[in-house]
């Protein structure tokens, strides 16, 4: 009955990165990428094959078949380590992509391991009944109760991952096998400074972690009381023990002692553990550690005789719990010593909260806080205080489109939820970006002065007159959102570069478009719109003219066929540096656009080459003084003014009715 309600779990609990295989890019060839392309082998051959050759599908198919044919646990896991013998090994293989930016490595790759993926895959592998349930038990094992976030895996060896899987998989043996002879030590965390190297201004408790060790000199005389699959982590550190360098699994030999099978030297390989001890003691340095480091001698743990019924009581009936990252709304990375940042208030701060009704040190939090860490109502109380102190609208892009640095970027993010169901993702986001979704929303919220007026005002920024549906989104940057949005920008190549502004022809094909995304047949004119980009050569001569919240399309094409393929905004530095401020992989960017320029100029060569349109300059849309009343004028006094869909009786949602053979 166990095993059913855990199969059950896993395939409920899947939810939450059943789009890994789908989603998750690796540098390896048996990758998501390639799931469904892979011929799956036979059984048989499976059983000959290493498993870091195997495809998903493979291996979904070899756990059910090593769960059935072999009961006994220990067994599995060294069955399972062994096939990972020969299985190339580098460092740090694994992010959380898709879930984060902030370390945008996948969250498995099959076809090579580091020392601790080596275990974590080994292990759940031993225990899963299919793909899915292998994949949420391996990300278990690497994240605090299992929350899929750079602040919530296990980095550290001896202060995370093995305490935190001591709690279901793993019973510690140091006390059991050598008593009072264990030699003590501690360590300090040092979170602050390993979290710099992801760029994140981490303020978080530093923990003195105390523990023992077995030394080299008594191990050898312990390697009879071992069993299989026990797990040895490795103390090392340069004068004295500072950390677990690595992780490694105890196998029976075939003369009656034990093998240990780890990650070292570029692969993963079987040795006799007294040979590696031996070569410990002689002073060889462990792969991947720092020169001078040295083995001080090990602790041993033993899997638990049913790790999944520790997890049921850990998890609940549930297990195994895992979730995305956590607190989304709000700075995620909390710990007890930890108080968020406060920016100091002026008077004309104080002034602006008091007439808004926010509270001070709400405020002073907001100021300090990234917007994409916002919340819906942060949002709202925040705009009424930017217009209260802010009236200049070119000055609140530039202060909200910088107070976004940071955003992590994600393509395809909005579609017409609820209101269609082609494209059924929501009409807003706060927490991620593209390029387009970055600048509608900036717009959108530096003409609003709350959650009320932002949201209708990105809706008429992303939609023809305001009409929301998937045909009425303005998909072609050019010829639709430049076109229709002219309340907001105006074309200005053709007025400062005169005859260096170059000709180009921006063109939609609107049936092919809807029908490959959207499965949508209808029948649209396609438009070809006759406008001006300005060349690479001459956008230094254009840069006097360009000044804060004005919208740039990035151009490619050849001859006079162009298209945009990426936007931002233009921002402008005190020393009069001109910048391109936009949403790219991995996260929202400022960077001076004549070097962000010369960069595309420079892959033209390449591109030319695989027979790809080239870089050819940008088109510079000029920020209009006073939007609103131009939308007064189009929508009338209510601007803006957006619609549901409209027509819904002439066709398949929309008014355009489907194209009939």
């Known amino acids: ?74 067994k599995r896991i060294v069955h399972v380590a062994r096939k990972h013998v020969g299985q190339p090994a580098a460092t740090s293989l694994l992010g959380e992509a898709p879930f984060e930016l902030y370390d945008p490595r996948p969250l498995y790759c099959l076809e090579k391991t580091d020392g601790i993926s080596f275990i974590e895959q080994t292990l759940a592998a031993s225990v899963a009944y299919d793909w899915r349930s292998f994949l949420v038990l391996m990300q278990r094992l690497r ?42 030590f501690e360590v300090s965390t040092r979170r602050r400074e390993f979290f710099k190297q992801w760029g994140i201004a981490q303020d978080c408790s530093e923990d003195v972690i105390k523990s023992d060790y077995i030394p080299l000199e008594l191990a050898r005389t312990l390697l009879l009381d071992l069993k299989a699959a026990d797990i040895v982590a490795i103390v090392a550190g340069i004068e004295k023990p500072e950390k677990i360098s690595a992780l490694g699994l105890i196998v029976p030999a075939r003369d009656g002692t034990f093998d240990i099978i780890h990650a070292e030297r570029g692969a993963v390989r079987e040795e006799p553990f007294l040979e590696y001890i031996n070569r410990k003691s002689s002073g060889q340095k462990e792969s991947g550690n720092q020169e001078g480091e040295q083995v001080f001698g090990f602790r041993f743990y033993r899997p638990s005789s049913d790790p999944l019924a520790r997890l049921w009581a850990l998890d609940g009936p549930d297990a195994p719990h895992v979730s995305g990252p956590r607190g989304l709304l709000q700075t995620r990375f909390r710990y007890p010593e930890w108080a968020e940042p406060r920016a100091e208030l002026t008077e004309t701060d ?51 489109a910088r107070k976004n640095i940071g955003q992590p970027y994600q393509l395809y993010l909005l579609g017409e939820a609820p209101f269609e169901t082609y494209d059924n993702e929501p009409i807003y986001t706060l ?15 530096a003409l609003s002065r709350s959650w009320e007026e932002f ?31 002219e309340w907001l920008v105006e074309d200005i190549n053709r007025k400062y570069m005169t005859v260096n502004a170059a000709p180009m022809i921006a063109r939609t094909n609107y049936n092919k ?36 919240g004005d919208f740039v399309n990035v151009m490619y094409g050849n001859g006079k066929e162009c298209y945009a393929s990426h936007v931002g905004l233009i921002t402008r530095s005190p020393d009069g540096t001109v910048n391109f401020l936009h949403s790219v992989p991995p996260r929202v960017k400022e960077q001076p656009i004549l070097e962000y320029c010369e960069n595309l100029a420079a892959e033209n060569a390449e591109r030319i080459k695989e027979k790809k349109a080239p870089f050819r300059g940008f088109k510079f849309l000029r920020l209009k003084p006073d939007p609103i009343a131009n939308l007064r004028k189009i929508d009338g006094p209510d601007a803006p003014v957006i619609k549901p869909p409209v027509g819904v009786m002439l066709g398949p949602g929309r008014r355009w009715a489907p194209k009939k053979d």
């Open 455 to 485: 949201i209708q005002f990105l809706q008429r920024i992303r939609y023809k007159n305001g009409e929301i549906g998937v045909l009425t989104r303005n998909h072609y940057t050019e010829a639709e959102w430049d076109v229709n949005n």
């Open 1 to 74: 009955m166990k095993n059913f309600w855990f199969y059950a779990a896993a395939a409920l609990l899947i939810a939450c990165v059943a789009f890994f295989a789908a989603g998750c890019s690796c540098f390896c060839k048996n990758q998501a990428g390639n799931f469904k392309k892979t011929k799956t082998r036979s059984l048989e051959a499976l059983e000959k094959t290493p498993i870091y050759k195997f495809s998903e599908s493979e291996m979904d198919i070899y756990v059910r078949h090593l769960k059935e044919k072999e009961p006994n646990l220990p």
């Open 513 to 548: 478009f809807f029908k490959n995304r959207y499965g949508i047949d209808v029948d649209i004119p396609d438009l070809a719109l006759n406008t001006w980009f300005t060349p690479i050569k001459f956008v230094p001569d254009m840069l006097k003219e360009l000044q804060d």
């Open 143 to 184: 994240y605090k109760g299992g929350e899929i976030s750079i602040a919530a895996r296990n980095h550290d060896l001896l202060a995370d991952w093995l305490p935190a899987n001591n709690r279901w998989f793993l019973s510690g043996l140091n006390d059991a096998l050598a008593g009072k002879k264990v030699v003590s």
């Open 350 to 400: 104080k002034a602006a909260a008091k007439k808004l009704d926010i509270q001070l040190d709400e405020l002073a939090l907001l100021k300090a806080r990234p917007l994409y860490e916002f919340n819906e109502k942060q949002l709202g109380k925040y705009l009424g205080y930017l217009q209260e102190t802010e009236p200049n609208l070119r000055k609140r892009i530039a202060h909200l």
């Open 431 to 445: 927490h991620k970006s593209d390029c387009v979704v970055f600048a509608e929303h900036i717009y959108a919220m």
